[in-house]
């Protein structure tokens, strides 16, 4: 096996994990309703305090007022929050992916049927 082939199955690799985060990601906001739920707080905050988008999209500084400060930080414990559950179900697809690999290998084995 080339070195060549080596970085494409670890290009390949990547590229199928990266596409695992985006759908769990996705059924997270569409099936997790701790998720769904701290998103939508995030969206009614920037809809309604318009600076807080200026300091995402922009390199420019803004002068906050304590509401927009308070709210500002309420997004970044919810993206916080949500980067979590994010993590939390990558680790168990994670294990999910481990088991059925240690049974693949023979390091874990199936109890006899009676």
Known sequence: MSYK??????????DAFDEMINDVLIDSQKN?????????I??????????LMMIYESENPQKLNQNEIDALITILNNEVQMRYIIYEKMFILGNKEAYYYFKRMGIIKEEDKK
């Open 5 to 14: 082939s080596l970085d494409t199955l670890y290009k390949r690799s990547f």
């Open 32 to 40: 997790d309703q701790e998720y769904k739920r701290l998103n939508d």
């Open 42 to 51: 995030n969206k009614n905050l920037r809809r309604k305090y318009q600076k």
